[in-house]
């Protein structure tokens, strides 16, 4: 039997799960609503708001679960990538823990566990299998071999897609986080109606700034024009800008489908809750036969379930971290060559 904590502070949600022998006893996230008023995370405030509720998340994924601190077999942390500052509230904490409970600590890539989200729930995704991580830090398609051996095919060489949205949402007067409300809009509008271009790049590797520059460049030249121009077509744009977006991830992976001849497809990420994404994926699973995997939207997001579950199988192989790991920003995933 095994029981891991997980704890995930890489950005704004400081978060506590508990995992026993493969299974989700509780989930816990708290969100940071003050960068709202910034409309965009201010990684200062991010760090010291996950000073502030890192012990009663704990807390309450222990009681959530029915667990005691000292029936714990292993603490599990979210190393990086992601802000300096965030992750060093959860990398010591975790340390605290391990040396109080004389546990083995174990250090988790996030986006290894936002892949291993898939495994949480009963039904899972066999090898060996695409998985397209889309959110506001990562877009990245991977091909899973087996628990950690991954290929990775292509990844974004600037700006995430969920970066994308959110920025486009705040250009159109959107309230931070915006994506999610751009996406309510755009179902309302005519995709057609406005076209971006669509970054031309000859591998799996994506691009977003291009595109970003183009609606900003779109958007001041309309507005210049007609004042009113983003009110009066406010649907009809971010329609457009969501089919734009979606379409560049979509064209991709469709084509590493096709070519490694892998139609079992995982979508991990924030940006998986996106209705066009979805509606792209269940077009291909009737004209592709694709078999696709979508976690539940709170394992989606950033959740601790992800990493603890990453934990539970790195503790089953006893990979564990020294004392002396330290947070890592930038951390990068370890790939098949």
Not at 7 to 18: G, Q, R, V
Request: proline share 4%; hydrophobic share 40%; with cysteine.
């Amino acid at each position: 039997m095994a029981i891991i904590l997980g704890i995930e502070s890489s950005c704004d949600d400081t978060s506590a799960s508990i995992v026993k022998d493969g299974k989700v006893l509780s989930n816990i996230v708290c969100s940071q609503a003050i960068h709202q008023k910034y409309g965009g995370v201010v990684p200062e405030l991010a760090s010291r708001a996950h000073e502030k509720n890192i012990i009663p998340t704990i807390s309450e994924a222990l009681k959530s679960a029915s667990v005691s601190l000292s029936e714990i077999n292993a603490i599990s942390f979210t190393q990086g990538p992601g802000l300096l500052g965030s992750l060093l509230v959860g990398n010591c904490f975790a340390k605290g823990i391990a040396m109080a409970q004389k546990i083995p600590l174990i250090s988790v890539n996030h986006i290894e566990a936002h892949i291993n989200a898939h495994f949480i729930e009963d039904v899972k995704p066999t090898f060996p299998f695409l998985c397209l991580t889309v959110s506001g830090g990562h877009t990245q398609i991977i091909c899973v071999e087996g628990f950690g051996k991954y290929k990775l095919l292509g990844e974004t060489l600037d700006d995430a897609i969920g970066e994308a949205f959110d920025k486009s949402a705040k250009l159109l007067g959107l309230p931070y986080p915006g994506g999610p409300l751009l996406d309510k809009m755009a179902q309302l509008g005519n995709f057609k109606k406005y076209e971006f271009p669509i970054p031309e790049i000859k591998n799996y590797d994506f691009s977003f700034s291009g595109i970003k520059t183009s609606i900003l460049n779109f958007l001041q030249n309309n507005t210049r024009i007609n004042p009113d121009f983003i009110a009066q077509n406010l649907n009809d744009i971010c329609a457009s800008i969501q089919y734009s977006l979606i379409k560049i991830v979509m064209r991709k992976l469709k084509k590493a489908s096709q070519e490694f001849n892998i139609k079992t497809i995982a979508i991990a990420g924030g940006v998986a809750a996106n209705s066009e994404l979805r509606s792209k994926i269940q077009f291909e699973v009737q004209l592709s036969n694709w078999e696709v995997f979508i976690p539940k939207f709170e394992y989606c997001t950033d959740n601790a379930a992800m990493i603890a579950i990453t934990g539970y199988y790195k503790f089953l192989n006893n990979d564990f971290a020294d004392l002396s790991s330290v947070p890592n920003p930038r951390l990068e995933m370890k790939v098949i060559k």
